[in-house]
Nanobody, 124 residues
Framework: QVQLVESGGGLVQAGGSLRLSCAAS????????MGWFRQAPGKEREFVGS????????YYADSVKGRFTISRDNAKKTVYLQMNSLKPEDTAVYYCAADLWGSGTSKHSAYEYWGQGTQVTVSS
């Protein structure tokens, strides 16, 4: 079992940056592939990126590639999503998720544990 709590969301102007954090409790974080997803009003939840448990491989959606970076600090049991060059279309609730020994898949159904989400709003 693992519990996830996101933080760091807020309101930012287009072109700005935010760093989201996902604090985990329970089982050791190093066993989990961590994913970030987002959901905008009226839209389906979409994959943002993931960081594999095994060797640090990262995967990103094309829409955020080159702008967003996922990292983790296993000792602090925290995963980060650094978001740069934000655009209004990045506005959404952002969720972190954990997949035990996962592959880094973009399918949200593969992730067993989810945080409650944090709102990110990018103004134009």
């Amino acid at each position: 079992q693992v519990q996830l709590v996101e933080s760091g969301g807020g309101l930012v102007q287009a072109g700005g940056s935010l760093r989201l954090s996902c604090a985990a409790s329970g089982r050791t974080l190093s066993d989990y592939t961590m994913g970030w997803f987002r959901q905008a009003p009226g839209k389906e939840r979409e994959f943002v990126g993931s960081l594999a448990w095994s060797g640090g491989s990262t995967y990103y959606a094309d829409s955020v590639k080159g702008r967003f970076t996922i990292s983790r600090d296993n000792a602090k049991k925290t995963v980060y999503l650094q978001m740069n060059s934000l655009k209004p279309e990045d506005t959404a609730v952002y969720y972190c998720a954990a997949d035990l020994w996962g592959s880094g898949t973009s399918k949200h159904s593969a992730y067993e544990y989810w945080g409650q989400g944090t709102q990110v709003t990018v103004s134009s």
